[in-house]
């Protein structure tokens, strides 16, 4: 059965993916060249968790990756968390990543031709826990912290 | 140039043709209209909410599928159980299928929450859940009917069609099934939760798409100006009755039976005497207008030569209408009656614990189920003006066997 | 009655692994252990060691209050609007005996069924249990079919039937996805208990207890273990994690 199923999905995605490529060949990197590169601002720390060249092809392979273990198996770490991206990259103007065109993920998105969902849920402002803080979770009275494995 | 396009028709009616297209246009139109409206802003703009999760739209899409299956009854019947009568509908059996299920399918889609994931659908299967296995039988259909199609219209893979024919009758039993399945495994709720839910949307099926057939079957005839031959109108009439009939067999036992658990009293009690405009779509669309109705007409004795007096049309056209009558009270129906949680307790909370639920279907609502019936109507104009669907009755056959039969 | 004896294996044999577990634990480098749970390290997943639950005792539940209710908006970013078409995770509700007369008050929450029905019916595979037994709809994958509103036999779920903005960078939620209580699993997985129940132990009534069901040492378990609880819907035999006192 899983092997079936496997085959139908691998079948199924190279038709979905024959038909995206066809769709999306006209926004490429090419068809943007004589468009001038966005301006992007600083974000707040000393450097990104990756190399910046690296991140800007792969962020997207890590952050789904990322969002898969935290959710599905509660994997909490904040080097490629999202909400580690926003608490970074939120700018100084509008406090978002996303409200404005020069704010950080939409000035590189509207200038590459991509559209992510992202916004429809995640917050684009970083909230009141700040992620680096939750990785040293304070000791709490009622649920003392392991600090490690069970 | 358009008189090439008539290959069918009598006479080249052109002008009404693209009348009938432009209809149908416009009310896909519609769906299309309302689909890009609800994806803008959400279904906060239907009457659909949360307790009332599938509405009209759903109440079409269904429909519109379990008719697709029974639609290809009457191909099977030629192709699997070797009546000549029905292999020659076989080809116009085959694509009202096709049309009804892309109907409904376009309607099912289009009110999703994130249509804009379709490919997830398409891609990633729970097989633990009846749904999934519906795309799977869904997309399944297309695929085999549409060989099935080939294999009846290309004169070199004729020897061909039993054997897809057979395929395809399996195929569509195990997805009306499915359907069926859908509401049979729900098992928290009063109005679904049985095993009943599976053949009965399979018999239901039968019903539905060979009234469907009979109505397009009559309009094509008349189109051209022809008359069915009455031998192949009386078979037809008593299958239909048939269906119709073991249809109310169905309704009675699942009733009865629940009138026979006193946990489901509640239930019948509102879904047969004080259930409001549920109660009244059941016994005046269901019972009355898609059944009891339909089988008089259709029993109703005739003199043989008067013309006015066939049925033929108007009796499909009311199990159409009990039909979508029939899918209202079992979905929309079933959800408005109050969740028991707690049996043998009044129930009251901000969640619409304990109380029945109303909905008040939009316009969206409308223009998205709508737009599934002109999805199906404007294939199928298309698709009997461009092919040769119109049945070919060997009349000579006919009459010898007539005497036989 | 098979199927209890064996959920009562079941349970012995965890109650044995756990007890072995926790043993191991205290006497392993420096810190105590106990408590209502055990809190784990960022790159640690969900663990099928842990099954969270919850204990509410109705009797203690005040009539008329809805603190529960209020942090649970505050926590998750929900309105606290009750239209037919507003989302609500949890939800006061009042049941009267119609034999009896006798009244109660009650918070009705997603149960986490352990045979959860609505992640047997999800065509995607977007409403998930994770390893601890809390329910989650992934709303990467969700695709607003809302068949699992159909199934959950405690209309625990609600449809975001609207665009949303300003969401609680931890709970992410938008337009077209179903949603549900989550036992706040943003706080569970840092070792705090969900908003619910820290509102109800501030306001003094402690109705609401959350814990590892698989430790035995648990203030839940030892609860539970003390005195008669049910599962509401129990003929389901879903086995949730919420289980109910005094109804």
């Known amino acids: 059965m899983a092997r079936l199923a496997s085959y139908l ?80 990259h939120a700018s100084g103007k509008t406090g978002s990543v996303a409200s404005s065109k020069e704010d950080f993920c939409v000035a ?40 490690g494995r069970q | 140039m358009a008189q090439q396009l008539c290959i069918n028709q009598g006479e080249c009616r052109t002008g009404q043709f693209f009348a009938l297209l432009a209809l149908g246009g416009l009310v896909v139109l519609g769906a299309l209209f309302a689909f890009f409206t609800l994806e803008h802003h959400g279904h906060i703009l239907t009457g659909m909410n949360n307790q009332i999760v599938w509405g009209l739209p759903h109440v079409f899409a269904v429909f519109l599928i379990v008719a697709a299956s029974g639609a290809l ?27 009804l299920l892309a109907g409904g399918l376009a309607v099912l889609v289009l009110d999703l929450g994130r249509p804009d994931r379709l490919v997830v659908a398409m891609t990633q299967y729970n097989f633990k859940s009846i749904f999934a296995w519906n795309m799977i039988f869904y997309n399944g259909f297309f695929a085999i009917v549409g060989l099935y199609l080939i294999t009846l219209m290309d004169r070199k893979l004729k020897a061909w069609s039993k054997p897809v024919g057979y395929m395809a009758f399996f195929w569509r039993l195990s997805l009306t099934t499915a359907t069926g399945s859908i509401f049979g495994f729900l098992v928290a709720r009063a109005g679904y939760n049985s095993a009943l839910m599976a053949p009965m949307f399979v018999i239901m099926s039968f019903a539905y798409g060979l009234a469907i057939f009979m109505v397009v079957q009559s309009s094509m005839y008349r189109w051209n100006g022809l008359r069915l031959d009455e031998g192949v109108r009386r078979r037809m009439k008593n299958l239909l009755a048939v269906f119709v009939g073991a249809s109310l067999y169905f309704t009675i036992v699942f009733h009865l039976t629940n009138l026979y658990f006193a946990k489901q009293w509640e239930f019948e009690r509102f879904i047969l005497l004080d259930g409001g405009i549920y109660t009244k779509v059941f016994w005046v669309g269901q019972v009355v207008i898609g059944g009891i109705v339909p089988l008089i007409l259709l029993f109703m004795p005739r003199s043989k030569d008067a013309q006015s007096m066939c049925f033929c049309f108007l ?50 609502e409308w223009l998205l189920g709508l737009g599934g019936v002109g999805v199906t109507f404007t294939l199928t104009v298309v698709a009997v003006r461009v092919f040769k669907f119109m049945p070919q009755d060997d009349f000579q056959t006919l009459q010898a066997r007539r005497s036989t039969d | ?85 507003d989302s609500q995770w949890i939800r006061k509700v009042d049941i009267k005996d119609l034999r009896t007369g006798y009244v109660q008050s009650l918070p009705m929450l997603c149960q986490h069924c352990e045979n959860a029905p609505c992640v047997d019916v999800c065509p995607t595979g977007a409403s998930m249990k994770r390893a601890d037994g809390i329910v989650l709809v992934d709303r990467h994958s969700c695709i607003g079919c809302r068949y699992c509103m159909m199934a959950c036999p405690y209309k625990a779920r609600s449809f975001v039937h609207e665009p949303l903005t300003d969401q609680n960078p931890e709970v992410p939620r938008g337009k077209g996805c179903v949603e549900s209580c989550t036992f706040c699993v943003q706080r569970v997985d840092r070792g705090d208990k969900p908003a619910c129940v820290e509102a109800c132990d501030t306001k003094g009534h402690k109705a609401m207890l959350f814990g590892d069901l698989k430790d035995p040492e648990s203030e839940v378990s030892k609860a539970l273990k003390s005195s008669d609880s049910v599962e509401v819907r129990a003929d389901l035999a879903l086995h949730t994690g919420v289980r109910y006192q005094g109804i």
């Open chain 1, 108 to 147: 590189c998105h509207s200038y590459a031709g991509a559209k992510p969902d992202c916004w429809d849920c995640h917050a684009t402002k970083p909230g009141k826990h700040s992620v680096r803080q939750a990785a040293q979770p304070a000791v709490s009275p009622l649920m003392p912290s392991s600090g």
């Open chain 2, 73 to 99: 009854n009457v191909a099977s019947i030629g192709s699997v159980f070797g009546k000549q009568v029905y292999k020659s509908r076989a080809p116009l059996s085959g694509m009202l299928a096709l049309a």
């Open chain 2, 315 to 364: 009796a499909p056209f009311l199990v159409i209408l009990g039909g979508v009558a029939q899918m209202y009270v079992t979905i929309v129906g079933g959800q408005a009656f109050p969740l028991v949680m707690f049996p043998g307790h009044e129930v009251q909370s901000s969640f619409y614990d304990g109380v029945v639920n109303a909905y008040h279907p939009g316009i969206y």
């Open chain 1, 9 to 88: 999905r691998a079948g199924l995605r190279l038709a979905v993916l024959l038909g995206v490529t066809a769709l999306m060949a006209a926004p490429s990197f090419e068809a943007a060249a004589g468009v001038e590169l966005p301006k992007l601002e600083k974000g707040k720390g000393e450097k990104c968790v990756e190399d910046t060249a690296f991140m800007r092809r792969n962020h997207m392979e890590l952050l789904k990756h990322h969002r898969n273990e935290t959710l599905r198996q509660g994997i909490r770490t904040t080097k490629h968390s999202l909400k580690a991206c926003v608490e970074c």
């Open chain 3, 1 to 85: 009655m098979s199927d209890s004896m064996n959920s009562k294996l079941e349970d012995r044999r965890h109650f044995l692994k756990t007890s072995a577990v926790v043993a191991g634990v205290t006497l392993g480098p420096g810190v105590l252990f106990f408590g209502v749970a055990q809190s784990r390290a960022p790159e640690e997943g969900a663990s099928s060691n842990q099954r969270w639950g919850m204990l509410i005792d109705t009797t203690k539940c005040g009539d008329g209050c809805s603190d529960c209710v209020t942090a649970c908006n505050t926590e998750n970013g929900l309105t606290g609007h009750t239209g037919p078409q």
